[in-house]
């Protein structure tokens, strides 16, 4: 199956198009979850190292501003599910979401990739974005 490529847009930067080989040059992790009598055992990159690959602060750059910002990830059937920079960086709250071409080893299916989140550990599919197709991170307002 030809993969297609995962599109991040920020604040403030030109769009980055990841494609599969960009993907699997990125440190690759293991994640795990069951839902729906299934478990899922999936390799890829973690999205906070896609979102830090395609410029936003991570680290001890993650302050101020960039606190306020919010990962919006899509699928083509317009499911969008929003994750924080905070709890994605390993030095705050170290949640483990993974883009991933492949569980079990194998491709993904049509129905669910060609690239998907998974979250390590959750118990509920509603964050595992099947049919991923962009990340486009927004900035909060700072004031009602």
């Known amino acids: 199956m030809m993969l297609a490529a995962l ?4 604040p403030g930067v030109p769009e980055r198009s990841f494609d599969p080989a960009a993907l699997d040059a990125l440190p690759q992790v293991e994640a795990v979850s ?11 990159p973690r999205l906070d190292v896609v979102l830090a690959a395609a410029g936003m602060p991570a680290g001890e750059a993650l302050r101020g501003a960039a606190l306020r910002q919010v990962a919006l990830a899509r699928g083509a059937d317009g499911y969008v599910v929003g994750f924080t920079p905070a709890e994605l960086d390993p030095l705050l709250g170290n949640r483990a979401v993974v883009v991933t071409a492949r569980c079990g080893g194998k491709a993904l299916d049509a129905s669910d990739g060609p690239l998907r989140l998974l979250v390590d550990g959750d118990r509920r599919g509603a964050r595992s974005v099947r049919q991923l197709t962009r990340i486009e991170v ?3 307002p700072d004031r009602p």
């Open 7 to 10: 599109i991040v847009a920020l």
């Open 34 to 44: 069951t839902f729906h009598g299934m478990t899922l055992r999936c390799t890829g």
């Open 138 to 140: 927004v900035t909060l």
